[in-house]
C-alpha cells in the first residue's frame, strides 16, 4: 500500500507539472502570438497612413508657399551676382535676412495647414487592424487620428543649368521637410516627406565660376 501510495503521489506530482508546464507554455504562445499581432497592425497602419499623408504633406505645402510668397519673388531680392570688368560673375551671394523670413514663414505656415489636414484623420481601411496584408486594402474606410505634425523644416538650394553660351540658366528652390508622427496603442513612428517647389530664377550671362555650379547656390 505504501509503495502504491508513493507511486500515486509521484505520478501526481509528474501530472501536475506537465499541466503547469502546459499552462505556461500556453500563456508564452498568447503573448507572442499578440505581439506578433500588435506589431503586425502597427506596421500596416503606419504603411497605409504614410501613403495617405504623402498628399496632404504635398498640397500643404504648397499652399503654405503660396500663402507665404503672395507676390512673385524677384530673383535680385534672393540673390545677388557680382560681375568683373569683362563681364565675367566673379561672386554670387545670398540675402540670408529674405531667406530667413522666407523658410521661416513657409514652415510655420505648413506646419499650421498641415496640422489642421490631419486633424481630421486620414483612411484607413477597417481590416488593416486585422494585421493581415493582403486584407490591409479592403474594408470601411475609417478616420484614423492617432497622427500628428512632429515638426517642419525649411531650406533653401539652388541648381545651374546650362542654356546657351556663357549663359545659365539659376534656380532657385524651397525644400520642405515634413516630419509626422503615426502612434499606435504604446508604439509610434516617425517618417519624413520632401517637397521642392520653385520660388524664382534667373538667366546669368558671363561666366560662372566651378565653385558655384557646384555648390548649393
Same mark, same amino acid.
Given at each position: ?13 509528474? *501530472?501536475?507539472?506537465? *499541466? ?19 506589431n ?14 504623402? =498628399? ?50 513657409? =514652415? ?6 498641415? %496640422?489642421e ?14 494585421g ?5 486594402? &479592403? ?17 533653401? %538650394? ?19 521637410? &515634413? *516630419? ?5 496603442? *504604446? ?16 538667366v ?13 547656390l
Amino acid at each position: 500500500m505504501i509503495e502504491c501510495t508513493d507511486q500515486y503521489i509521484y505520478y501526481k506530482r509528474r *501530472r501536475i507539472k506537465k *499541466r503547469r508546464f502546459l499552462v505556461f507554455f500556453a500563456i508564452i504562445l498568447l503573448v507572442g502570438i499578440i505581439f506578433y499581432q500588435q506589431n503586425a497592425v502597427f506596421k500596416l497602419i503606419v504603411n497605409i497612413c504614410k501613403d495617405n499623408s504623402y =498628399a496632404l504633406s504635398a498640397t500643404s505645402v504648397n499652399q503654405a508657399v503660396s500663402l507665404s510668397l503672395k507676390e512673385e519673388v524677384r530673383y535680385s531680392e534672393l540673390i545677388a551676382v557680382e560681375k568683373n570688368s569683362d563681364g565675367d560673375i566673379v561672386m554670387i551671394s545670398a540675402n540670408a535676412l529674405k531667406i530667413n523670413v522666407i523658410t521661416r514663414d513657409i =514652415a510655420q505656415n505648413t506646419e499650421r495647414i498641415l %496640422s489642421e489636414k490631419l486633424k481630421n484623420g486620414v483612411n484607413v481601411p477597417i481590416l488593416a487592424f486585422s494585421g493581415i496584408a493582403f486584407l490591409s486594402g &479592403t474594408g470601411k474606410q475609417i478616420k484614423y487620428r492617432y497622427i500628428s505634425v512632429s515638426g517642419v523644416d525649411c531650406d533653401i %538650394s539652388g541648381e545651374f543649368k546650362s542654356v546657351g553660351i556663357n549663359q545659365t540658366l539659376h534656380s532657385v528652390f524651397v525644400t520642405v521637410k &515634413t *516630419r509626422i508622427n503615426v502612434e499606435f496603442l *504604446r508604439s509610434s513612428k516617425e517618417t519624413e516627406f520632401f517637397s521642392k517647389v520653385l520660388i524664382s530664377e534667373a538667366v546669368l550671362v558671363g561666366k560662372v565660376p566651378e565653385i558655384y555650379l557646384n555648390g548649393r547656390l
